[in-house]
């Protein structure tokens, strides 16, 4: 009930390419979902993030897709960069749960030039 | 760097020893969060403080003893610690708690031998 199952586990994709991370979850009592970058000896750093009141969201290069009913999401990013070579991890979380955020195992992305 | 500060980077140890992790926020942020992440996991929420106050603790075993002075500053205390203890221990800040963006450390990559 509280899993956020990601995958791919791995995504090799040319520059330029668009790599597509699929997250579903079962809880319906999330609300926020955020998208979470990580470089290798960083912590992760937060791209974007949805509510469940709007099915699509774009920041730049990077667009998140919200399907309710299918409790999905996803993480699209146009044009890839090797500079976008990082592990991606969704999470997801509820109103008052004191910021805890239940994250997905994470994608690790390369981007080939 | 994303304002949220940890010592030290690297540690080994033994599983008789006694240590300390320390996180320290520049943010004026008034939440706290340790994480464990570990390979092949979903990053685990261990503790989190609201306001210099314990507000969240997943089960985590009595070896890993959380302590939140003021705002500013986390540490994780450590003692009799196991092989499987072995991880990254991220430390991250937020606004306050639920849906705030939280910002995170590079981590402490712990070693228990």
């Known amino acids: 009930q509280q899993q956020v199952k990601q995958s791919p586990q791995s995504l090799i994709v040319q520059k330029g390419g668009i790599p597509i991370i699929n997250c579903a979850y079962e809880?319906?009592?999330?609300?926020?979902f955020p998208w979470y970058q990580q470089f290798p000896g960083k912590g992760p750093a937060l791209l974007i993030a949805?509510?469940?009141?709007?099915s699509e969201k774009k920041e730049g290069r990077f667009t998140i897709s919200f399907n309710k009913s299918a409790k999905q999401f996803s993480l699209h990013i146009m044009d890839s960069q090797p500079g976008d070579s990082a592990t991606y991890f969704c999470?997801?979380?509820?109103?008052?749960?004191?910021?805890?955020?239940?994250f997905g195992k994470g994608t690790k992305l390369s981007v080939k030039p | 760097e994303t304002g949220v500060t940890q010592t030290p980077r690297h540690l080994v140890m033994g599983m008789t020893n006694k240590k300390s992790l320390k996180c320290e926020q520049h943010?004026?942020?008034?939440?706290m969060y340790w994480y464990k992440q570990s390979a092949k996991k979903p990053l685990e929420l261990m503790f989190v403080?609201?306001?210099?106050?314990?507000?969240e603790n997943n089960s985590v075993p009595s070896r890993f003893s959380p302590e939140c002075p003021n705002s500013s500053h986390l540490f994780l205390h450590l003692h009799t610690l196991q092989p499987e203890d072995s991880a990254l221990y991220l430390c991250?800040?937020?606004?306050?708690?639920?849906?705030?963006?939280?910002?995170f450390g590079p981590g402490t990559r712990l070693t228990v031998t």
């Open positions: 991250a800040s937020s606004q306050g708690t639920g849906y705030y963006e939280q910002y």
């Open positions: 809880n319906t009592a999330f609300d926020y």
């Open positions: 949805i509510r469940p009141d709007v």
């Open positions: 999470a997801a979380s509820t109103r008052g749960s004191q910021g805890n955020l239940i």
């Open positions: 943010l004026g942020h008034n939440a």
């Open positions: 403080y609201s306001l210099e106050e314990r507000v």
